[in-house]
């Protein structure tokens, strides 16, 4: 069971590529040079080096220089931090039993506390908070900058959980196990060394796990591909292996589902590519067989002897003539998987519309709770399993909103869901799925002025003719006339949806000075379900970059903005996307925001968990997908001479995701053709953006005088 993990809100989530990994060895690896590559900086990929961080160290003095001097600076930063503090803002619910948990940051706290309450103190507007695990005060001990990624506790609930403790941010953990009724570390209890790894119960005395066993036992993404059995008391090196995919996978690694009517399923799922898997079936006997279902699903939970099954590819299943349509929910009756994985018969629980597609799942002691995009406008229903098949109910929200799943309960029937808007602030709403209801519990106090602003859904034509739907947020009494100050934000990849999010940053340092922001649904994303995703893949990807300049253009044709006043901003993959954007049409924006991208993408595959993405992005081992990777990378297609929009890059040291280096040496590159830019490196905080509250803060703060000196200042 997991148990408040950070990541699992995705409603409030800014960046969400999966993927992990860079330690020391692999980036002095990645920093040699090969037969692909003239690269003068490639010294810059040894990502702690030296010369590397001396590097840093002079590019971040620079733009702090010139960031503290203008005089509105100070206020940003305050009014950033003021609401990365916010001791209102909304405590996120973890349901667990009679229970609620929540991981709190504030300015006492700036790496967090785990702390729980009862759910009748929560419904109170003052909640009686007991603290469980304060991470400030262990790491303060341990001499450790500890930041929390989330437990995985034994189900079904005697309070044994494994936390991940990440040092400084990064992808790579140290778990160990805790007992959340003791609220002590389990003394001589179970401790999994500092590595990219995966685990899970199989019973109180057992985990499942996944993780650097020694040479030979990662992948070439970094993450691991063995599976081992561990006995409480026995050394971690006397694990039984129990499963060996193979070093080309992305990952591989071992879960159990449990459902309140006492079934249960233990699997081992053998990540193939990043978006292709295959899951084993693992019986207390040890045997193995694999599960006849589609290399493109996942398996969602587990309801009432009912297994969930989200398909991504269209499938007809052996033997039967229906075909099922990616981007589908079904159920396979788990007593015919047990007795025959080859074969299974699956019917139908949702399947897409033209404008609805699945975005998320969770499961009640008797119920399922399901949240769709309707033509990117959030829904949420309760399905409930019958003799019959599947009752549906939908569930009474706000609309044109995005609604979320934060957390559900198997021991009842609550679940909480989180709505959210540009301008409404988020709320979270307690629901009952045995009476099908649902009311507001909780709401986030207004972190900025809203009443002066709108919210409008446009649609721009891409160069292929494919509209592409774009939130607008802009004054009520805007003048169209070109000049208003535009920031646009896509993502554009591994079917991510981008859905409209309450943002007190946003708002408070760009929308209440009368800036207009926009949010492009490009291709490549999952509002539009897997084909969306898709239409974007490896070689078609310039399908993207297209999408996404035809929503700056259509906003120019509209007069909403023009180039002087037009920004453009994104994250990791995003990242990418503005550097391609960036180099593509530097005459069509006068302000880009880079955050940890990806840049070089001859050698991305080299660098960090660049290697688990070639599903997505293609390879430079094959002909047709190097000459493309080479005409959109960014890095690579810098020209000298070019007059390129004054970019603003920053990135973490501590990312052993996307990782530090593509930022780096896209920015020594511009610094040699003398092209102006700024350029920021935190030293902790993981693929974000800071380790606690003052860093994030910050970079937000950064971030939004940048974009306001561009885009409302006067210009030379």
């Not at 990645?30 to 490639?42: E, G, H, L, M, R």
């Not at 959210?420 to 972190?447: E, H, N, R, V, Y």
């Not at 953006?689 to 860093?695: F, H, K, M, V």
Request: hydrophobic share 35%; proline share 6%.
């Amino acid at each position: 069971m997991r148990l408040l993990h950070p990541r699992s809100f995705a409603v409030f989530a800014l960046l969400a590529i999966a993927g992990s990994l860079a330690v020391r060895a692999q980036q002095v690896e990645s920093a040699t040079p090969d037969s692909t590559t003239n690269d003068k900086y490639i010294w810059l990929e040894d990502a702690h080096g030296d010369r590397a961080m001396a590097w840093v160290k002079e590019h971040n003095a620079a733009t702090a220089k010139v960031f503290e001097a203008d005089p509105r600076f100070a206020a940003y930063a305050a009014a950033a931090l003021k609401i990365a503090e916010d001791p209102n803002r909304l405590a996120i619910p973890g349901l667990r039993r009679d229970e609620v948990y929540n991981l709190w940051r504030d300015a006492a706290h700036t790496h967090g506390i785990l702390r729980k309450t009862s759910l009748t103190d929560y419904l109170a507007p003052q909640p009686d908070w007991h603290t469980v695990i304060d991470f400030d005060a262990l790491g303060k001990k341990e001499n450790v900058s500890w930041v929390n990624h989330g437990l995985d506790c034994l189900y079904p609930g005697d309070g044994l959980c494994m936390v991940e403790l990440s040092a400084g941010g990064e992808d790579a953990a140290t778990l160990r196990e805790f007992d959340l009724h003791t609220g002590n570390f389990v003394d001589g209890g179970f401790v999994l060394p500092h590595s990219k790894q995966d685990v899970d119960w199989l019973d109180k005395d057992t985990l499942l796990v996944s993780r650097d066993w020694g040479p030979d036992s990662m992948t070439a993404s970094g993450y691991p591909y063995i599976i081992k059995l561990w006995k409480r008391g026995t050394p971690l090196d006397s694990a039984t292996e129990i499963f060996r995919g193979r070093p080309t996978d992305i990952s591989d690694s071992a879960y159990t589902l449990h459902d309140a009517q006492g079934h249960s399923i233990t699997l081992l799922h053998r990540g193939v590519t990043f978006f292709e898997s295959e899951d084993y079936l693992y019986t207390p006997d040890g045997k193995i067989a694999q599960l006849a279902i589609p290399k493109k699903s996942g398996i969602d939970g587990l309801l009432d002897g009912r297994l969930l099954l989200e398909i991504r590819q269209d499938w007809t299943p052996a033997g039967s003539k229906t075909t099922y349509t990616q981007g589908s929910l079904l159920q396979l009756n788990l007593a015919d998987v047990l007795a025959d994985p080859a074969h299974l018969k699956p019917t139908i629980i949702f399947a897409p519309t033209s404008q609805e597609f699945l975005q998320g799942t969770s499961t009640t002691q008797s119920h399922l709770i399901l949240t769709t995009l309707d033509h990117v406008r959030g829904r949420a229903y309760v399905y409930t399993p019958t003799k019959k098949g599947w009752s549906k109910k939908p569930l009474t929200l706000p609309e044109n909103v995005t609604v979320g799943i934060v957390s559900a309960d198997d021991k009842n029937d609550d679940f909480v869901l989180a709505v959210t808007g540009f301008l409404t602030p988020s709320s979270l709403w307690l629901g009952d799925a045995s009476k099908g209801d649902i009311k507001q519990i909780k709401t986030q106090p207004a972190q900025f002025d809203a009443s002066k602003d709108v919210v409008e859904q446009l649609e721009a034509t891409s160069k292929d003719g494919t509209k592409v739907p774009y939130f607008v947020v802009h004054r009520k009494d805007i003048v169209y006339n070109g000049q208003n100050p535009t920031l646009l934000y896509a993502y554009g990849g591994f079917e991510v949806s981008e859905t409209p999010t309450y943002s007190g940053y946003l708002g408070k340092l760009w929308l209440e000075h009368g800036g207009v922001y926009v949010l492009a649904n490009i291709r490549g994303g999952g509002e539009f379900g897997p084909a969306w995703h898709e239409a974007g893949l490896k070689t078609h990807r310039q399908r993207i970059y297209d999408d996404f300049a035809s929503v700056g253009e259509d906003l120019i044709a509209r007069k909403i903005t023009s180039t002087p006043h037009l920004g453009i901003m994104g994250g990791s993959n995003g990242g990418l996307l503005m550097g391609v954007e960036m180099t593509q049409r530097p005459d069509l924006w006068h302000a880009v925001v880079i955050e940890v991208p990806l840049l070089d993408m001859l050698r991305f595959e080299k660098i960090a968990a660049g290697a688990s993405w070639v599903g997505e992005y293609g390879s430079v081992d094959v002909p047709e997908e190097r000459a493309f990777l080479a005409k959109i990378s960014p890095y690579n297609q810098l020209k000298p001479g070019v007059k390129y929009p004054e970019p603003f890059i920053w990135t973490t040291t501590k990312d052993d995701r996307v990782g530090p280096q593509h930022a780096r040496k896209f920015a020594a590159k511009m610094e040699e053709f003398h092209e102006p830019f700024l350029y920021h490196e935190i030293t902790e905080g993981g693929h974000g953006a800071g380790a606690d509250l003052n860093e994030e803060a910050r970079t937000y703060a950064e971030t939004y005088i940048y974009l306001t000196r561009k885009l409302m200042d006067p210009q030379p």
